[in-house]
């Protein structure tokens, strides 16, 4: 089962999100619980979709999942890395104190990271604009953590010599509120500690951090839903982690 599955997702799984963009994914609103029988799931599969949770809701999400997942079935959940950002904020930060030039670009972009998908008041926020720009301060860093989504966006801009959102500020509350709460802003974030012990905390066991093609789901990496067909990882700033039922 892959739960917020977006535009990544394969045919052979149970795909469920809440605005499908395909006629095969199930259409579900996770706020009510995963539309399932207890015990009817082998795998349960999700990947940048806790972090868009209220922090209050993410342990009852959380359950859910272990409600409907069988006994020994695996699931793997992937976020952004917090620990990742926060230990490259003070590494380029330190580097950029010292008038190191490529560090301060790279300063900027990991405070995109760690803020701008948090405060944005519109979509795609700070970090589209970044992709935008005619020239990008230390390019293939930011492709590097941002993956295939990044080099996309790039690549479509200086094909098609759009430049998009103009950075106009929305002032009226209500399109501001009614973007803040369409789902696209992160209301929270983790590390491999914090969600270890969410996990822990709903009664999964043996809970690992992965790498992106590392798994204990049968054939995961055939799916293709952390690589890319070469071999890469879609989204390289993130955290991998697994957990038994």
């Not at 230390?138 to 295939?148: N, P």
């Not at 430049?163 to 002032?171: A, I, Q």
């Not at 993130?238 to 038994?244: D, K, P, Q, V, W």
């Amino acid at each position: 089962v892959n739960i917020g599955c977006g535009s990544r997702f394969h045919k052979n799984w149970l795909n469920m999100d809440v605005v499908p963009l395909d006629e095969s994914v199930k259409q579900i609103d996770i706020m009510r619980g995963i539309p399932m029988e207890a015990e009817s799931a082998d795998v349960i599969y999700h990947s940048h979709l806790l972090e868009h949770l209220p922090k209050h809701m993410a342990p009852g999400f959380i359950s859910e999942c272990y409600r409907v997942l069988r006994k020994g079935g695996v699931m793997r959940v992937v976020v952004p890395d917090l620990e990742q950002i926060a230990r490259l904020y003070i590494e380029y930060m330190e580097k950029a104190l010292g008038n190191d030039k490529k560090a301060e670009a790279r300063y900027d972009w990991i405070m995109l990271e760690m803020f701008d998908q948090t405060v944005r008041n519109y979509s795609g926020g700070e970090m589209l604009k970044y992709w935008q720009r005619e020239i990008i301060p230390e390019e293939g860093f930011i492709i590097e953590r941002a993956g295939s989504e990044a080099k996309s966006v790039i690549d479509s801009v200086r094909k098609n010599g759009s430049r998009g959102n103009t950075g106009t500020v929305e002032t009226d509350p209500g399109k501001i509120g009614a973007f803040r709460l369409s789902g696209e802003v992160h209301q929270w974030m983790y590390d491999r500690y914090s969600l270890g012990r969410l996990l822990k905390d709903a009664g999964f066991n043996n809970i690992k951090v992965c790498k992106a093609d590392e798994s204990r789901i049968p054939g995961f990496n055939a799916y293709l839903l952390d690589i890319e067909a070469d071999g890469s990882v879609r989204k390289p700033d993130s955290l991998f982690m697994e957990a038994i039922k």
